[in-house]
């Protein structure tokens, strides 16, 4: 194996569940199972062996009592026992130990289905790897999240550019509308004030020859 070739990255792991699976529930199962068997012992026979005369005499109160007290330490081992699986987070390692063994025999499976009846091969010990497979195997997922979310950026940025670039455009095109129709305009008003000029002359014209008829007369 090439020592500078890089290893795939490996599949992100599925969210562990918080509710317990085989191995957390065989567990919870076993220590109940254990409650009850020493619990069982404390029998009503043997309790009142201990105390022979208060069996004698107030037999119904000594099983009160019996009770009362099986009943205290199971609900205190219980407690002690939900106390220490939530600090340890036992049930979400056991349900990890789950999905690595699920995983294994899936990966198992897989393989003897492609080498169609060959020999499978064991896959690479990971302590036999190389520090820089072992470095990228766990930088990698890291570095594909991250290159994921900057195209993620750059492909907004990009529409929004395309939006801005559009509206510009648009703008463009109406501000050359607006120059047009402001062109035109201003056309019209020095072709109107030309004409009005020529009237203007053309009537001082008139004036100034009848003034000349009147005088010559």
Request: glycine share 2%; with cysteine; proline share 7%.
């Given at each position: 194996?090439?020592?500078?070739?890089?290893?795939?990255?490996?599949?992100?792991?599925?969210?562990?569940?918080?509710?317990?699976?085989?191995?957390?529930?065989?567990?919870?199962?076993?220590?109940?199972?254990?409650?009850?068997?020493?619990?069982?012992?404390?029998?009503?026979?043997?309790?009142?062996?201990?105390?022979?005369?208060?069996?004698?005499?107030?037999?119904?109160?000594?099983?009160?009592?019996?009770?009362?007290?099986?009943?205290?330490?199971?609900?205190?081992?219980?407690?002690?026992?939900?106390?220490?699986?939530?600090?340890?987070?036992?049930?979400?390692?056991?349900?990890?130990?789950?999905?690595?063994?699920?995983?294994?025999?899936?990966?198992?499976?897989?393989?003897?289905?492609?080498?169609?009846?060959?020999?499978?091969?064991?896959?690479?010990?990971?302590?036999?790897?190389?520090?820089?497979?072992?470095?990228?195997?766990?930088?990698?997922?890291?570095?594909?999240?991250?290159?994921?979310?900057?195209?993620?950026?750059?492909?907004?940025?990009?529409?929004?550019?395309?939006?801005?670039?559009?509206?510009?455009?648009?703008?463009?095109?109406?501000?050359?509308?607006?120059?047009?129709s402001l062109e035109s305009?201003?056309?019209?008003?020095?072709?109107?004030?030309?004409?009005?000029?020529?009237?203007?002359?053309?009537?001082?014209?008139?004036?100034?020859?009848?003034?000349?008829?009147?005088?010559?007369?």
């Amino acid at each position: 194996m090439n020592p500078n070739s890089r290893s795939p990255s490996p599949v992100p792991a599925a969210p562990v569940q918080e509710s317990p699976g085989i191995r957390a529930a065989g567990l919870i199962n076993v220590f109940n199972t254990a409650i009850k068997s020493t619990l069982d012992k404390c029998s009503y026979n043997s309790f009142a062996a201990c105390f022979p005369t208060t069996a004698q005499y107030k037999p119904d109160v000594l099983d009160d009592v019996r009770r009362q007290l099986t009943s205290q330490l199971e609900h205190a081992w219980k407690n002690n026992f939900e106390s220490i699986l939530a600090q340890r987070n036992v049930v979400q390692s056991l349900n990890s130990l789950d999905q690595y063994i699920d995983d294994a025999r899936t990966r198992k499976k897989k393989a003897e289905v492609e080498a169609e009846g060959g020999v499978v091969e064991p896959p690479v010990p990971p302590h036999t790897l190389p520090p820089s497979q072992i470095y990228l195997a766990h930088l990698m997922p890291f570095l594909e999240e991250h290159s994921k979310q900057l195209n993620t950026q750059l492909t907004d940025t990009q529409t929004a550019n395309t939006e801005l670039l559009s509206t510009i455009m648009a703008q463009r095109a109406e501000i050359e509308v607006l120059v047009q129709s402001l062109e035109s305009v201003i056309h019209d008003l020095e072709t109107s004030a030309q004409m009005m000029g020529e009237e203007d002359v053309q009537g001082l014209s008139a004036e100034i020859r009848e003034l000349e008829s009147e005088m010559k007369k």
